[in-house]
């Protein structure tokens, strides 16, 4: 079967160290709070001390007291935003919470006052002076109780016989809960506005594509969108939370707008439990049926997911059911159950994470019932030349190379195949595993690149790198092409005059900017050869493929690399800089394939009989991706899902109260997710092949498959340890005694 290929060797990875590295550990990069503006003012936002209800009453006497303070923005006094300006304005604009704009609460926490002053201190003083009275109303935040009355839907066309899997000899029925999740990127959200004239904006802000965030306050002011130039260079982590445009981001540029000065906001930690999305809460039944011959006879996938009041979020948790394995028979179905609490988002993996973990849980459990190995049982059922759901020939899908390589570096042929017969003393160890995919896609971007005569290059893109790579894999990408060396690429992204790019999320980033960057480099190599051409006729009909540049000319590869220099063409042609913007975007290959990314997950743990103390000792993911463009980047956005995937099989989760309609524990001391400590050695390979259809580089996504199946894999291996299935996350202590 191949279980036995060498590893990946990751241990002399090449020299590729990040192009923002020097200035991220240095502090010479700035995050958006970071930024200067003259006559700077800071905002703190008040919230609703109820879960639901109206405002009856703001007293702002107190506050208003306080020194320094120069405003306070309220649904009742506010400066004009041209798209909210009544209710069908709200509806149409679909922006979420109009904050400021409403006087219902819809959670507790949510913004009601937003405190303008001269310094930090006093706006928070003023903050907290704040008080309001509410009519109120009944609430829930309980999601389990709230999920049972919400009906189905179904979420695809039906496969097969819908009762397929309860005529097989094999059948697994079971409920799988997740609690909720938040993203707490290390970096809070900030935003500082600062109007430069009557419509023109200027923001520094945190967030996933600074495009997204231009579009959207284009629209809510009525300017256009050139007007409004966002900065998100530096990216302290965003997992999905920087997506969306959200409240206190409008009411930063209001608030900016109110006093006529730029003003900073930047969330608490505490804030950023209710601001930023987080993964809702889900509920999943699944009935899988299996022959004897480990022959997977069909699947009834149900799931559920919190939402908040005032928007429904549709996280897709069946979606990945529906892609993997080769269902003949499958129904899936899925509801969104309201919530007093803010609106959930897309958090890494979205949707398929959650789903993952109940069908790779289900096919763990049914492979113990069969008696056959969950490796061969799942290489037996892969949906390997087509994409299930579409019909559509994969363009390239590994998943099983990753699984058979997973398998030969966790040393799976160790797993005994009943449980709990591996102990020591009060430890049992266990190993599992599970498999995840995601769709891989690709958006329209744009690259510009400038050369100047000494043979230095810029590479630009309004696209962020939220902390995966971007800019490095830029980097290398922009050197393949073109050969100028790697130390004279400079590498400009995350603000809004830039070439247009998508946000960077949906693990797109990097499969949308490639193909910007070949085709800019292209473009530079032949808009040279046209130059050069004037000098030697070599060139004249040269494609781009013919050309190498280095870092003193051009040269033609073909014909005895006959060169020209940069100092010739520059000064010949009296240039100061050689520009070219260029372009791409998915086509008509979307028509002809689908295109996956995917990964497999192993791991070996100990669980502790007497305390429940889980102790994971090594995890292994193998991933398709593609192409690997930039090793060590690559391998970091794996380990760093990984650690997310422990988190949210063993740690992390949101915990409401329902009796008072909020958060408890809402900090970084109550909200537990995976530290140093609770991570263990971390093995990560790659198959590497590139897909030649989905862009020019043949990269693929890697941020979503890092963390799809983690949590199935570890729950996996607690079963395998102790035998006990464990159907609910995250898997605390408790649950194991
Ligand atoms: Mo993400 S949920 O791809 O930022």
């Known amino acids: 079967m191949g279980f036995f290929d060498e590893p990946y060797d990751l241990l002399t990875p090449p020299d590729d160290g990040r192009v923002e590295g020097i200035y991220k550990v240095t502090g010479k990069g700035k995050y958006a709070a970071e930024y200067k503006a003259n006559n700077l003012c800071y905002a703190v936002l008040a919230g609703s001390t109820v879960a639901a209800g109206t405002i009856k009453n703001i007293n702002l006497g107190n506050a208003r007291q306080v020194a320094g303070v120069l405003d306070i923005i309220t649904h009742q006094h506010k400066p004009l935003v041209p798209g909210l300006s009544d209710e069908n304005k709200i509806k149409e604009a679909r922006f979420g919470l109009p904050v400021f704009h409403t006087d219902k609460i819809y959670f507790k926490g949510q913004p009601i006052a937003m405190v ?23 609430f829930t935040v309980d999601f389990d109780k709230a999920q049972a009355a919400v009906p189905l839907a179904s979420t695809g066309k039906e496969r097969g016989s ?29 935003t500082i506005a600062e109007w430069t004239g009557t419509d023109t904006l200027k923001l520094y802000d945190k967030n996933q594509g600074v495009n997204n965030v231009q579009r959207t306050f284009a629209r809510l002011f009525a300017i256009p969108e050139k007007n409004i130039e966002v900065t998100s260079e530096y990216v302290g982590g965003g997992f999905g939370s920087g997506l969306r445009v959200w409240p206190h981001a409008l009411a930063t540029i209001m608030a900016a707008k109110q006093v006529n000065r730029p003003v900073k906001l930047m969330l608490t930690r505490q804030q950023m439990f209710n601001s930023v999305g987080y ?41 990945v059911t529906r892609l993997i394995y080769n269902f003949e028979n499958l129904k899936t179905d899925a509801a969104v159950v309201p919530l007093n ?46 994409n299930p759901e579409t019909g559509l020939p994969w363009s390239t899908n590994y998943i099983n190379e990753c699984i058979e390589k997973g398998a030969a570096m966790i040393n799976w042929q160790e797993r005994k195949t009943e449980p709990g017969l591996l102990t020591d003393g009060d430890w049992s160890t266990g190993y599992g595993m599970a498999v995840g995919m995601w769709n891989a896609g690709r958006g329209n971007a ?9 043979g230095s290059l810029t590479v630009q893109t309004a696209m962020t790198d939220i902390g995966t790579g971007t800019g490095t894999s830029m980097q290398n990408i922009a050197h393949d092409i073109t050969g100028i060396t790697k130390s ?10 830039l070439p247009p790019a998508p946000s960077q999320g949906g693990s797109n980033g990097l499969s949308s900017i490639s193909g910007a960057v070949v085709a800019a480099g292209n473009a530079l190599k032949l808009k040279l050869a046209e130059y050069a051409a004037k000098e030697n006729a070599v060139f004249k009909d040269a494609k ?59 791991c070996k743990l100990k669980v502790n009989r007497k305390t429940g103390k889980v102790k994971i000792e090594k995890m292994v993911a193998v991933a398709d991706g593609g192409k690997i463009v930039s090793e060590k980047a690559a391998a970091n956005q794996m380990s760093g899902a990984a650690v997310g995937g422990i988190g949210m099989a063993l740690l992390e989760e949101l915990i409401t109260d329902e009796r008072l309609g909020g958060l408890v524990g809402d900090d970084l001391a109550g909200y537990h997710f995976a530290v140093n400590a609770d991570a263990p050695m971390i093995d990560i390979a790659f198959i590497g092949k590139p897909d030649v259809n989905i862009n020019p580089t043949g990269s693929k996504g890697l941020g979503e498959v890092g963390i799809i199946g983690v949590a199935a894999a570890i729950s996996n291996a607690i079963y395998n340890a102790i035998g006990k299935r464990l159907r609910d996350l995250p898997i605390t202590p408790d649950k194991i005694l």
Request: hydrophobic share 35%; charged share 20%.
């Open 446 to 454: 744009s690259a510009a690149m400038q050369l100047l005569k000494d």
């Open 488 to 497: 004279k690429i400079k590498i400009e992204l995350g603000n809004s005059n």
């Open 162 to 190: 819908l009762n397929a899997w309860s005529n097989a000899p094999y059948m697994v029925e079971a409920e799988y809960t997740i609690k909720a999740e938040v993203h707490h990127p290390m970096e809070m959200h900030a």
């Open 116 to 138: 303008i002053a001269e310094t930090l201190e006093d706006a928070t003083y003023a903050a907290s002076l704040i008080e309001a009275q509410y009519d109120t109303e009944n």
């Open 544 to 602: 781009a493929t013919d050309i190498i540049l280095s870092d003193t000319g051009i040269a033609y590869q073909s014909s005895n690399n006959q060169f020209v220099s940069y100092n010739t063409i520059w000064n010949k042609n009296n240039l100061q800089v050689l520009e070219v913007e260029a372009s791409s975007g998915p086509g008509a290959e979307r028509q002809q394939y689908s295109f996956c990314s995917s990964a497999a997950h192993f």
């Open 279 to 319: 993964r809702p809460a889900s509920w999943q039944k699944i009935k899988l049926g299996a022959t004897a011959d480990g022959k997977l006879a069909g699947i009834l996938h149900q799931s559920k997911n919190g939402t908040s009041r005032y928007e429904n979020f549709n996280e897709g948790i069946t979606r």
């Open 341 to 386: 609490l803010s609106t959930p988002t897309w958090m890494r993996g979205p949707g398929d994470c959650t789903g993952d973990f109940a069908v790779e849980s289900a096919i763990d459990e049914i492979s113990y019932q069969v008696k056959m190995d969950p490796v061969v049982l799942r290489l037996k059922n892969l949906a390997l030349d087509k």
